[in-house]
């Protein structure tokens, strides 16, 4: 089968489109028909190999996986021994491991949740990894209630635009942190207020919130808290950092300073979840959250779409057609 292989760490030129064995589902897994996939952080993380602490878990001098991609969307074609909740013909989408930039992936069964009815397969390959850590994030860490003010920096990312859109399902008031070329995206997905930092710096501003979601990790610790009520709470999930422990040393400065502030400090890894893409496919079928998309490119293009990606130049999210 195709397959994007990558064999070293580097820039996206260590990415080529190869041909790889087709994989034979085990117990627990399903053969997946990968119709779409999409690029999160955790791929451009493992094709250049940075922060270096991060090979502890995905390879020393090269990637243990060769087939990157993690999010994907597509259909079941086989199910392996011990599978109960899926068939073949299944729509299904997930964030794996590794392996979704390929033609098919073998995927355990308890990664994998039914398509929203209403997504084609582009759009659900956008949401698994970003849609995630943004529930995660306001939700699990943040602790988000209704009525509550609440501040997302880097609100026109993959996860920031995700995170409007769930804050706004909780009933908070949000307000979107963007650049002017994003003002307008960020506002059609429900933000109550946006904030062109080009324009506007927000730590310096009278307005208080009591849950900030800061994404871009542009502001320091003391700038985020500015922002924030007494007692208010500080979520980090940049991936901005050293190439060493990239955001690992700002997420562990802010856990050392937490139990000295007014505030609460908290960091976090999402974490794959089918219960937590249940109850997305139940927001995304509802209507109130839907996946917005930069751009799309074929799966032999795959090095150009992660050039474009760490450049920085994208917005919302970029999907991998297979």
């Known amino acids: 089968m195709k397959a994007i292989v990558q064999d070293k760490y580097g820039s996206a030129g260590v990415l080529r489109l190869g041909e790889v064995p087709k994989p034979v589902p085990g117990g627990g897994e399903a053969l997946v ?3 779409a996939a999409s690029i999160t952080h955790g791929d451009l993380v493992t094709m250049t190999g940075l922060p270096y602490l991060g090979r502890l878990s995905f390879g020393l001098r090269g990637p243990r996986q060769r087939v990157p991609g993690r999010d994907v969307a597509g259909v079941v074609e086989a199910v392996g021994d011990n599978v109960t909740s899926l068939k073949p013909g299944d729509e299904v989408y997930a964030e794996i491991p590794a392996g979704g930039f390929a033609e098919y992936a073998a995927v355990p069964e308890k990664l994998l949740a ?10 659900a390959a956008a949401v698994p990894w970003a849609a995630n850590t943004a529930l995660q994030g306001l939700r699990d860490r943040g602790g988000i209630a209704r009525g509550q003010r609440v501040l997302i920096n880097g609100a026109s990312g993959g996860v920031g635009t995700f995170a409007v859109q769930i804050a706004k399902s909780f009933g908070a008031e949000v307000t979107g942190v963007c ?3 994003n003002v307008e995206l960020v506002r059609s997905i429900g ?37 924030l009520v007494p007692g208010g709470i500080l979520v980090l999930s940049s991936s901005k950092g050293g190439r060493w422990l990239g955001p690992m040393g700002r997420l562990m400065g802010a856990l050392a300073l937490s139990p000295f502030v007014r505030q609460s400090l908290r960091g976090f890894m999402a974490k794959r979840s089918r219960e937590n893409l249940a109850e997305l496919t139940k927001l995304v079928e509802s209507g109130r959250i839907t996946p ?5 490119y074929p799966l032999s293009e795959v090095p150009e779409a992660m050039r474009y990606f760490g450049e920085e130049h994208a917005r919302a999210k970029i999907v991998i057609t297979v």
């Open 33 to 35: 028909r990968v119709h």
């Open 114 to 123: 039914h398509k929203p009815a209403n997504l084609t397969f582009d759009q």
């Open 179 to 181: 650049s002017t070329r």
């Open 191 to 227: 933000a109550d207020h946006v904030v062109d930092y080009t324009r506007e710096d927000f730590t310096a501003g009278g307005r208080r919130y009591d849950l900030l979601f800061d994404l871009a990790g542009n502001r320091s610790l003391a700038e985020c808290r500015r922002v």
């Open 292 to 296: 917005a998309i930069d751009r799309t």
